[in-house]
């Protein structure tokens, strides 16, 4: 069987965490027994593999994590991962275990260092997408993204509960680093006024009149969802204050959803997708791939060269876009 070449593997959870991150590693493990391969858990991401924090994993080991949020493999950012001599040294630890292949879950940069760590030192590397912010090519949902996103739309919700109560303006900064996934689709679920977004420049000019319109409407609160980042060009202080400047009779708050974003028990679409998606990692090493991210299009499970994936931020659907500008008025 194809499965025999594969010696042993590894699976580890790099960079920001996000919820799913779990249920794919238990998918990773559980699709390796199934196969009779060895799987072993890297601890902290990189730097586990740099300081030989590894354990054998089988499936009762991965026991009642589905419905978990965070990672028990634990996450972190390591910047000796980054250099050729840090890279060398996972190389040995992986050596060390025998491990010829690795299941990299994480985001842009954790997918990058998997690239450089199967260029460098031939380790055989697949990518899972685990990250909030929506923001890999090749795949329509990264893992984490639908519970980040409802747990947006429910702090909003509650929001606004209190904005009508009292006629205020609330801007509301959701997570994205530079990408408007959540907050365009969260400001459509829940009803937002106004989206600001990376890839669309709106202007404080335009954001003004809209407010103008809405008040002759007749609303008399309203919802402003801002995506984090430098690129709409100012932080969400700044736009609160401009506002408060310009139409001095608005009560204006500010809200930063922050972190919340990123815990909680993951939802049933992103426990369904990490599951199919560890187990399609686990496929793509027994038949021989490596250097790809696994996705979704179209409800099926795809690849893509991690090189292509980390290229730049996927595009955000432009009918979302018009639906967004449509019912906002």
């Known amino acids: 069987m194809m499965a025999n070449k594969l010696k042993k593997i590894a699976v580890l959870t790099s960079g920001g965490d996000a919820p799913g991150m779990n249920a794919a590693v238990r998918a990773v493990v559980r699709s390796a027994v199934y196969n009779n391969i060895e799987c072993f858990g890297v601890y902290k991401g990189y730097e586990g ?28 950012r390591c910047l000796e991962f980054k250099t050729v001599e840090g890279r060398l040294k996972a190389k040995s630890t992986l050596d060390k275990y025998d491990i010829d292949s690795l299941v ?15 260029e460098e030192h031939g380790i055989k590397t697949i990518g899972i997408p685990g990250t909030i912010d929506n923001d890999l090519v090749g795949t329509r949902c990264s893992l984490g993204f639908d519970t980040a996103l409802n747990t947006a739309v429910n702090a909003i919700d509650k929001i606004r509960d209190t904005a009508s109560s009292h006629n205020r303006l609330f801007f509301i900064e959701v997570m994205g680093k530079g ?30 009149d809209s407010l103008k319109k809405s008040e002759k409407s007749g609303k008399s609160s309203s919802i402003i969802v801002v995506s984090e980042g430098e690129k709409i060009g100012d932080n969400v202080f700044s736009f609160s204050s401009h506002i408060e400047k310009n139409l001095p009779h608005y009560e204006i708050r500010v809200s930063i959803l922050g972190h919340i ?5 993951p939802s049933s679409f992103d426990r369904v997708l990490a599951s199919r998606m560890g187990v399609y990692a686990v496929d793509c090493l027994i038949s021989n791939k490596s250097k790809v991210m696994v996705g979704i299009i179209d409800d099926n499970m795809v690849t893509i060269p991690i ?10 659907d432009k009918d979302l876009i018009r639906v967004c500008d449509i019912i906002s008025i």
């Open 104 to 118: 990299v879950i994480g985001g842009n940069g954790s997918l990058t260092g998997a690239l450089l760590l199967e």
């Open 49 to 76: 593999l740099i300081s030989d924090d590894l354990v054998k994993l089988n499936a009762r080991g991965v026991n009642n994590i589905v419905n978990k949020g965070g990672t028990i493999l634990k996450s972190a």
């Open 261 to 265: 974003q990123r815990g909680g028990s």
């Open 307 to 316: 090189k292509d994936a980390i290229k730049g931020g996927q595009q955000l």
């Open 179 to 208: 990408s408007g996934h959540i907050a365009l689709n969260a400001g459509i679920g829940a009803g937002a006024e106004e989206v600001l977004i990376p890839e669309q420049d709106m202007g404080l000019d335009r954001l003004l």
